[in-house]
């Protein structure tokens, strides 16, 4: 076996096959970027006959020289039988027959797409128009790759070869390869939360605009996202000598806006499977209930750091150290804020769970004015999640010890539902305790989209429905909030020490309850247009107090476009 497999990949660089696909290989990229070109056209609004007509003829020409790769690896293995008469070399088992080389094939790409998809799935949010239709291709996978180990159709050995010989094929004749996307978002949003924030009523209208650039060459990979964030009409602070500064106009004028940086850094292919990160880069862990881009919000979050990950597709470990704030000096005594971890997780159908994650994190913060003050404080924390058949459930919780944490600082967050091709039904509970810290998570996802509540002294039952249409999506969830603690108040978004409402007089758990109703309309592929409306309902927790104006109801609505390129 160890002869024949030296045989297939020394064959693999000598035979004269290896350079006739090089050509292929040059073609599909041309191909991929020529419809790539005309499908961008047709999204924007210029379709015609003759374009599709052209798009048409591309995709068949595409198709014939799919998987050049694989082609080169499936003409190998043809040929390796009569090589082998040819030079003397009889095999001493019986030569593996070509319906099981193309069952191999198949598993082989399949496993590939699997892959791609369960990235994809990653950095989508939750209520993005692509998760049904990725999550119902991701099933029929699955039911493939079940039938084929169930029926023993393939052996390891012959996928295990045709990988190898696919990881040894000639690439394309291009030494450096570029590629590039972006996206724009702009939303307006109307807030009325008399008494709940410092200003009663507020609308705001803020745009991001993101192109992200990507090179790679040999085992070295560059990403760069700047990105332009402005709010409508919004004044940019001008810094001026000592503590004061002067506001600018920026709209209408030849004042410059700012231009930010989102994503910069470096990947280092260390070994197989290794890669380290060096600069600027968004942190997605699990369902971002602990550590999240923030995508909802028109900046997103990133951090500095460096980050060690191990992937092979089935499992992923990233070890990573960042730095949040330094105050640059050398003297003894600092007021850094640090923060590192681990975060391992695995997915693979078959098991137990699709999705199985174990996390770690420490933050240690020497500066009195961050969010908790001066604590240092680990956070332990494990998350599966999956679907068995029909059904989807999701389980999550984490534990923080540390100085200046105190008791119960603990969170569990579950949810069981039906998911199908027309609709997904769930139920959901989660509860904080009083002296939980969530780190930097996607809040928005899970404690209702009016932002009205940190998860800290927490509990919180939910319903979930989501209905995709053809190019609609309709989201609606419904959220009751109660108060674990009576001793502590009830903690705002941040879940800050001081971000708190005030306690009333009584000792009421009842906090209200939250509808909130989505459109996502999706007119292109790249495009969504999406409206949303949100009211709060308040308890008795707020009918009771005394100080504030906390007995109406809060009400929030946004018209949010969304395009990708």
Known sequence: MKLGLLFVLLFTFAHPAAANEIPKLQRV???????SFIQDLISQGQDSEKLRNSLAKLKAERRELAGSKLLFAQNTLKNQTSTKKDTGLQPKKKPRSPELDDIAFKVVSSRSRLRQIDQKLTKLPEDHPQRPQLVAEKQKIKKFLSYIDGGSKVKDSSVKIIEKVIEK????????QFRANGMLKWRTEFKNRTGYQSKNVDSMSAFRFRPSFYFNQEGLMVTISPQVIRNFGGDQVIP???????????????????????????SYKALKHFNINVGREALAFGDQMVIGTLDWSIPGRSFDLVKLNYNDGTYNHDF????????????EKSDDVDLYGTYFSRNKEGLLFDEFDLYYFNLNSKKVSHLWGLIEMSTVGGRFKGLAGQFLYRLEGGYQAGSNVGDDAY??????????????????????????RQLYPTAHKFLGFADLFGRRNIRSYAFHYIKPLKKWRIKFDLHWFERVNTNQPLYKLSGANGAIYAQ???????????????FNYSPYTHTSIELGFSRFTPGSYFKDQTTADYDKEVDFAYLQLKSKF
Do not use: C, H, M, R
């Not at 094929?169 to 450096?176: D, I, K, R």
């Not at 990573?320 to 003297?331: C, E, G, M, P």
């Not at 009333?504 to 989505?518: I, K, M, N």
């Open 504 to 518: 009333p007089a009584t000792e009421a758990t009842d906090v209200g309850y939250e509808a909130d109703l989505v």
């Open 169 to 176: 094929a000639p690439q394309s004749g291009e030494q450096v």
């Open 29 to 35: 990229n041309i191909l991929d970027k020529e419809i």
């Open 411 to 436: 969170q569990v967050d579950g949810e069981l539902g039906l998911q199908t091709s027309t609709l997904t039904a769930s139920l959901g509970v989660n509860q904080a305790g009083k002296n939980y």
């Open 240 to 266: 001026q000598v000592g503590n004061l500064t002067t506001a600018i106009e920026t709209s209408g004028n030849t004042n410059s806006s700012e231009l930010s940086i989102y994503e910069a850094f470096v």
């Open 320 to 331: 990573f150290y960042s730095k949040l704030s330094d105050n640059l000096t050398n003297s």
